[in-house]
């Protein structure tokens, strides 16, 4: 597990197609996993050996200092963007000096073997960019950023320092953005390994067109649009710009106006229901969520159970156990065939207990779960709802919120919907959850 | 000749240890070996008490002027005098003394298989102590049942009857096994029938409790209110056990029992609690009741009230930092 990150969501893998890795490289690297990654780097065509020679110079490692025992926590990737000291990286490659200033520094080792130390200046946590500051004593040249649009099937070329092994170029291809995101990624077909975070991609005339952020394993790779770090380096560098003072209260501003953007009309109009289990239940509000569906097939089961998912697939990376972003929810429905009752609750208890556990254990960024459970009327049936709300610790008034309601009076029918909603307000918390609940009706 | 009175000095458990004829009134009982009865105790006084008959012509014991006094069994203040009108428990000192007269007649013998009179013999009536035994093994069968989820699988049903009936037999043989020689015979069955009948009342007030929780889910009483409960019958059943083994008076009885049960749900409390913060709010009991028997509230009123949990949640968060 050493060498980059899985998401920590076991529970909820079953109906969920990608299990993102940061390309980030902790301490402890794999060395099985090391060895299979390097197997699978594509050998640099005579393109990809132009653009090494002429821009290797421009991309730098990242190293990301334990103050205290002098020893790296975790490499990753940058790269020039100005020629006054100006770089882009990923935001989980300094989230740890962003959360813990006094523990950390960033230092940068260029091609030929300086090492230099660093600053992060501002951050964009939703795009997981973040922009590093050196001294500009150096002479080399910077990239520029792609504008033209890409081709499905276009050459792209990864640069970045992959688990500790120097400065690689990766050859792969442009396939279009992915779809079940608000934000937008670049699905890159091409090995991306951990170390390679915040490096840049770039196109054959040597224009960034992404930054390499995380893959799903098998060449399934994923880039933050270049565009996206183009505007932050603009922002920077117009006249008059004031770095914050105080780069946590940025992320978490940051956080509160993507929710504010994301949830603003989610379920409030033509938002498509399914039929279940009798009961008429949302689904696919907005083109960014995904859904899937899934039912036992077992004769034998003395019950039925039916789940119909839908979740954002914009996981924003807040620290190692604590993700955020994901919108989820899920219907289930639970129908005892010949089951006595007595039974059937049982089961049906346990699963409404259980729920869909979607949200990351947190560790010390969120506080523990509190919560109101109540016996309601609403669409023509009794349920029984429950809120249970936590607060984020670091980044104030943003909390996560799980809303849950089970279908009561029916002695061999239970159905158990359920919201969750991570790194928003608490008044969104509450307004999202109203609405995604008027939006369930009971057919008799 | 023939006795006017026995004076029958009794131990802890109310068994007779020795029997004395009293066969001349008035005959006194001290610590003076002048007395007709003799007692051993140092709190008693030389001459402490006296049975003759009162001007009527009934057998009483009087205080003959005792340091400590004389008392009924059972509890009431000092008495100056006790009418013995059949038979009469007193203490003087540290002592118990049944004083008897003779010219009552005893009850007739009972019956093999006869219930023994009041209520110790109504607790250790076979038919009684194994319905008891029985409801609690079939209420453990039931919750085994409900709770897996496979009615082909008997094998945890098995299980939790075996478990059942194993808990109470240890359990009531234990604390026959301590009160033996407290009584003869059948103490066994007392014990099993309070054993049993205490946790039918446990497995009422959790089903109780449970229901609760459903319809009120709310209600922050439902937890105290089943402590509270909790706490009284683990009382009455070291009570029950304590009536059966001891002839500790009634009082003494009641406060060794509310003691014994404090302190159990007090250690128990406090070993749950220091999980910290173990009660979230969210209550997943569902029932499998009617839809009209479910109290509820309108869904609008639910998310009104949301936004007072915002201050608890702040509250953990500035706790936190």
């Known amino acids: 597990m050493g060498a980059g990150l899985t998401r920590s969501l076991a529970a909820s893998t079953d109906l969920r197609p990608l299990a993102l890795a940061l390309l980030l490289l902790a301490a402890a690297p794999s060395a099985a996993l090391a060895r299979q990654d390097v197997d699978t780097l594509a050998a640099p065509s005579g393109v990809a050996a132009q653009l090494f020679r002429r821009y290797a110079d421009r991309v730098a490692k990242v190293e990301v200092v334990e103050v205290g025992s002098g020893a790296k926590a975790l490499t990753g990737s940058a790269f020039f963007v100005s020629g006054d000291g100006l770089l882009i990286t990923n935001y989980h490659v300094v989230a740890r000096l962003v959360a813990d200033p006094d523990r950390y520094r960033v230092q940068l080792i260029d091609h030929g073997g300086t090492t230099r130390s660093a600053d992060v200046l501002v951050v964009d946590v939703v795009h997981d960019l973040a922009v590093l500051e050196t001294d500009p004593g150096h002479n080399d040249g910077y990239f520029t950023f792609a504008t033209d649009p890409l081709d499905q099937g276009q050459r792209l070329y990864a640069l970045g320092h992959p688990l500790e092994l120097g400065l690689a170029i990766v050859e792969g291809t442009y396939n279009g953005l992915l779809k079940h995101s608000l934000y937008p990624r670049i699905h890159f077909t091409g090995a991306l390994n951990p170390g390679m975070s915040g490096g840049p991609t770039i196109d054959a005339a040597g224009d960034v067109v992404g930054i390499n952020v995380s893959t799903d394993g098998n060449e399934v790779s994923f880039l933050v649009p270049g565009t996206q770090a183009a505007l932050l380096v603009a922002q920077v560098e117009a006249p008059g710009y004031r770095p914050p003072d105080d780069l946590t209260a940025d992320v978490a501003r940051q956080l509160r106006a993507y929710q504010r953007t994301y949830l603003g009309t989610l379920f409030t109009r033509n938002v498509p229901t399914t039929e279940l289990g009798g009961a008429t239940l949302p689904t696919d509000p907005a083109p960014y969520f995904n859904c899937w569906a899934d039912a036992d097939n077992d004769p034998d089961a003395t019950y039925q159970n039916v789940v119909h998912r839908c979740s954002t697939d914009d996981e924003i990376f807040l620290a190692e156990d604590h993700w955020s972003g994901v919108i989820e929810f899920q219907h289930r429905v639970l129908t005892a065939a010949g089951m006595p009752s007595a039974q059937f609750y049982r089961i049906y208890q346990r699963a409404f207990a259980q729920g869909t556990d979607a949200l990351d254990d947190g560790g010390d960024d969120v506080t523990d779960f509190r919560c109101i459970t109540r016996n309601v009327h609403q669409g023509g049936a009794r349920w029984r709802t429950a809120f249970c709300v936590r607060a984020y610790t670091q980044l104030d008034g943003l909390y996560d919120a799980v809303f849950r309601a089970a279908l009561l009076g029916r002695p061999d029918t239970g159905i158990i919907t359920e919201l969750t909603l991570s790194g928003v307000t608490y008044d969104n918390a509450v307004a999202v959850s109203r609405r995604f609940f008027g939006l369930v009706k009971w057919k008799p | ?321």
């Open chain 2, 1 to 321: 000749m023939e006795a006017v009175a026995f004076v029958e000095v009794l131990d802890r458990r109310g068994q007779v240890r020795t029997r004395q004829p009293i066969v001349e009134l008035p005959a006194t009982i001290g610590r003076d070996y002048h007395n007709a009865v003799i007692l051993d105790d140092r709190w008693a006084s030389a001459v402490h008490a006296r049975i003759t008959r009162d001007a009527e012509g009934r057998l009483i014991i009087e205080d003959a002027g005792s340091e400590n006094g004389l008392f009924r069994a059972g509890g009431g203040g000092r008495a100056r005098q006790v009418a013995i009108d059949g038979a009469a428990v007193v203490r003087m000192g540290r002592t118990f003394l049944r004083i008897v007269d003779p010219s009552v007649p005893v009850p007739p013998a009972l019956r093999y298989g006869a219930r023994l009179p009041g209520f110790d013999g109504w607790l250790e009536a076979p038919a009684v102590a194994f319905t008891a035994a029985a409801l609690v093994t079939a209420a453990a069968a039931w919750q085994a049942w409900a709770g897996h989820g496979d009615p082909s699988d008997s094998s945890s049903i098995v299980g939790a009857t075996v478990t059942a009936v194993g808990v109470l037999v240890v359990w009531a043989g234990t604390w026959a096994f301590a009160g033996r020689g407290s009584a003869p015979g059948g103490r066994f069955l007392g014990h099993l029938t309070v054993a049993s009948a205490t946790a039918l009342a446990f497995i009422g007030i959790i089903t109780g409790a449970e229901y609760a929780a459903f319809l009120w889910p709310g209600a922050r009483s439902v937890g105290a209110v089943t402590f509270a409960v909790a706490v009284i019958l683990l009382a009455l059943l070291f009570a029950g056990h304590l009536l059966i083994n001891t002839r500790l008076r009634r009082g003494r009885l009641l406060a060794t029992s509310v003691a014994i049960a404090v302190t159990a749900v007090t250690l128990v409390a406090l070993s749950l609690s220091d999980g910290g913060g173990s009660d979230t709010g969210f209550s997943s009991t569902l029932k499998p009741l009617r839809a009209t028997a479910i109290p509820t509230e309108d869904a609008s009123r639910f998310f009104d009230q949301l936004p007072a949990l915002k201050a608890r949640v702040d509250s953990l968060a500035s706790d936190t930092t």
